[in-house]
């Protein structure tokens, strides 16, 4: 191995007292510390707004003088010197979980690919929900101590950015990422010159350069072809996520599965389990296959041990999401590798092969549900789904038995908890409350939290989000390119008093995120109403591709413009994880109504329940493991409906039952000098109670390390590698 050099850029001026925010900025643990944050956005708050909440472009613009006032500043130095001194001892700390359960497999480790990662607005190289999973699956295994090294791309054109036209059309600007303004350390060697892999496509080879990005303690790697070696094509081939080429969505499965491998035998790390979150990159597995009989193994006895550590997490059961391509690319890209394998063509096709309605594809979850020992679902129900869907890879198996278990996924509560709700728990639970987020004990403390200051933080939060809105509307405004009505679409006439409902996810048609308009006039009636209005705001991107998707956004758009809607349902353009952030700590309700039995879990209703914000939704995905009857609401019935315009039907009726009936008097009721009824804070405290400890990260990655990890890490595999 090649010694490589890894030099963090610190080309800031700054003064010396200070100094080290120019490290701080390259390690992305402040996204998780309020005081860190706080020590950024203390330099300048307007800029550290306008900057996106990017560290390093904040203080690449950061004036001298400016410096030199807060470097003078004691309170500000205070902060500081706490802030290093927490940063050191996280860095330091070494009796983790991880290592105080596992102390004889501190050595092994875990390599985690995926598509994307969805670690902070600042680093936009995701489009969704995968994406912040990863990101916070990697987070988590910081705070745990888990040995695991995250490996997937940095995108020079990020996903996109969305901008709604006035008639409600969503048009998409790509940008181009400042990569130089990214918290990436380049992987350089003795010559300083980028170290890279290569992979294999049809008539050249293909070259990545590696960059590495700190995220606590543990590292992640993102490949780039965007360098000389290659062709003026190749260089764009990482330039954007999920691309409707499927000559270029395979190439980037090859480089991702292939070049990831590489790159991490290039780096020197012999990772014992190997996690694929979601099918992309599957093509591992050959990779590693291949490894294994150049060193002698015959194919079956290196797909034994590679299968036995592999680990694949399913992440949907649309068709649509699935991903797979023609027989005929198989042969284009990968006529090699069968050779290499010693199979067949009709083997190797057989690796992947799922036959269905329209034709016979080669299908990367198919490849990996077989050659990997451990498979899960990311919920229950999705587990169920899931079994169904792929039984067909195990006939004679019985539906219940397919080796497909679940875990339900997370989020990393310390990211996605507002500062303010985090100092009220501060100063209520046991001082190390945040080492024990899935233990549910710890959350009984909630009872002893007065009601008046839950409802201060949450109202707090609600005004934040009102002001947000509104900075958004007037940059928007000012730009010269919108009209009047987008402004008010934009949200300027919110009120922080009225009961406000939030709805932001990917505009896919399952997600049905225009439900609630299904009956405009009844809404319209509650919207209005004049002693307990409601007001509504949407946020949310289709693919590009997706031509239904952005009709649906049209239509929310259009009630946004609505005179009749009274500036009380608002779309909120270029959904990001700033804006999610704001949203689920802000809003008073989460409303979600995917079509069943589609939403393998959601997240986005986990991080709002953290924040006292009161989920309101469809019992699928994660929901129907969180619904306990008085911890929220949920909408429609657990049937089968064989009638989508039925099951819509239904559904939005009793959604406006529902708001009618329950939500929007509960939160009416009683109103004394702005505090909302007893039983409304009550079910904040409820819903929190029983939703934060069970959808933390902390709970999901014990799970993951207990029942898919550690399988793989024990002596089974140790003999046969050896
Ligand atoms: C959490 C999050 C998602 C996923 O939310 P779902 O409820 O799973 O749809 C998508 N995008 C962003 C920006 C998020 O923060």
Not at 183 to 197: A, H
Not at 248 to 261: N, P
Not at 458 to 468: A, E, M, P, S
């Amino acid at each position: 191995m090649a010694s490589i050099q890894r030099i963090i850029p610190n080309n800031f001026n700054l003064p010396a007292r200070i100094e080290r925010l120019g490290e701080l900025v390259y390690n992305l643990w402040w996204v998780w510390n309020p005081q860190a944050r706080a020590l950024f956005s203390n330099i300048e708050p307007q800029r550290w707004d306008e900057v996106n909440h990017n560290p390093v472009t904040l203080l690449k613009q950061s004036d001298r003088a400016r410096l030199n006032a807060v470097a003078d500043h004691p309170d500000y130095l205070d902060l500081y010197d706490s802030v290093m001194d927490q940063f050191d001892r996280y860095l330091e700390k070494n009796d983790t979980w991880f290592v105080t359960t596992y102390p004889d497999l501190v050595s092994k480790s875990i390599a985690y690919f995926s598509f994307e990662f969805g670690l902070h607005e600042s680093l936009p190289v995701y489009a969704g929900g995968l994406g912040v999973l990863s990101g916070d699956h990697l987070k988590e295994s910081s705070d745990l101590g888990i040995p695991l090294t995250g490996i997937g791309f940095i995108y020079h054109q990020g996903y996109f950015m969305q901008h709604i036209t006035e008639d409600g059309w969503q048009n998409t600007a790509n940008y181009t990422l400042a990569l130089d303004e990214m918290p990436l350390i380049p992987l350089l060697d003795e010559q300083r010159v980028p170290v890279m892999i290569s992979v294999d496509l049809p008539g050249r080879k293909v070259f990545a350069r590696i960059w590495e990005v700190h995220v606590g303690r543990r590292l992640l790697y993102l490949l780039d072809s965007d360098v000389e070696a290659n062709s003026p094509n190749d260089r764009q081939l990482t330039a954007r996520l999920y691309s409707s080429d499927l000559d270029v969505r395979i190439s980037q499965e090859i480089l991702l599965g292939i070049g990831g491998v590489k790159a991490l035998n290039l780096l020197g790390l012999e990772p014992t389990i190997w996690h694929m979150n979601e099918g992309h990159s599957a093509f591992l597995i050959l990779e590693r296959i291949r490894a294994a009989m150049q060193n002698g193994l015959t194919y079956e006895a290196a797909s034994q041990m590679v299968a036995r550590t592999d680990v694949f997490t399913t992440h949907t059961p649309v068709p649509a999401g699935l991903d797979q391509v023609p027989l005929w690319m198989i042969d284009k890209y990968l006529a090699h590798l069968w050779d290499d394998l010693k199979l067949t063509r009709d083997a190797f096709i057989d690796l992947g092969r799922h036959q269905q309605a329209w034709g016979e594809n080669f299908s990367m979850p198919v490849l990996a549900l077989k050659l990997s020992e451990q498979r899960n679902a990311v919920s229950e129900m999705h587990g169920k789904v899931s079994r169904k869907m792929w039984q067909f890879l195990w006939p004679g198996v019985a539906e219940k038995d397919v080796p497909v278990t679940h875990v339900t996924n997370g989020v990393h509560s310390l990211s996605w908890m507002s500062g303010q709700m985090r100092a009220l728990l501060d100063r209520h639970f046991p001082a190390d409350w945040m080492e024990h987020i899935d233990d549910a004990e710890i959350w009984e403390g909630l009872e002893k939290i007065p009601d008046q200051e839950l409802w201060q933080v949450h109202q707090n939060l609600k005004d934040d989000l009102i002001r947000f809105v509104s900075r958004r509307a007037r940059r928007s405004w000012v730009t010269g390119q919108y009209h009047p009505v987008q402004v008010i679409a934009g949200g300027v006439l919110l009120n922080s008093q009225v009961l406000t409902i939030g709805v932001a996810r990917r505009f896919a048609t399952y997600k049905r995120s225009n439900l609630i308009l299904q009956d405009y006039e009844r809404l319209l009636k509650i919207i209005n109403d004049r002693e307990m209005p409601l007001q509504i705001i949407f946020a949310g991107k289709a693919h590009p591709a997706d031509e239904p998707g952005k009709l649906i956004i049209q239509q929310v758009y259009r009630a946004a413009k609505d005179a009749r809607t009274a500036g009380r349902i608002v779309f909120l353009e270029d959904y990001d994880m700033n804006v999610a952030r704001h949203l689920v700590q802000g809003v008073d309700i989460w409303l979600n109504t995917p079509r069943r039995p589609n939403e393998a879990s959601g997240t986005s209703g986990m991080k709002a329940a953290m924040n006292g914000v009161l989920n309101f939704s469809v019992r699928d995905g994660w929901w129907c493991e969180g619904y306990n009857g008085e911890n929220g609401w949920k909408i429609g019935k657990e049937t089968e409906y064989h009638d989508a315009a039925e099951e819509d039907r239904d559904d939005s009726a009793d959604i406006y039952e529902t708001l009618e009936y329950e939500i929007v008097p509960l939160f009416y009721k009683n109103r004394r000098a702005e505090l909302p009824s007893d039983e409304w804070i009550k079910m904040m405290k409820e819903s929190i109670r029983t939703l934060a400890p069970q959808f933390s990260t902390m709970r999901m990655l014990k799970e993951y390390v207990h029942r898919l990890y550690i399988p793989g890490m024990t002596e089974k595999t140790d003999k046969i590698a050896g």
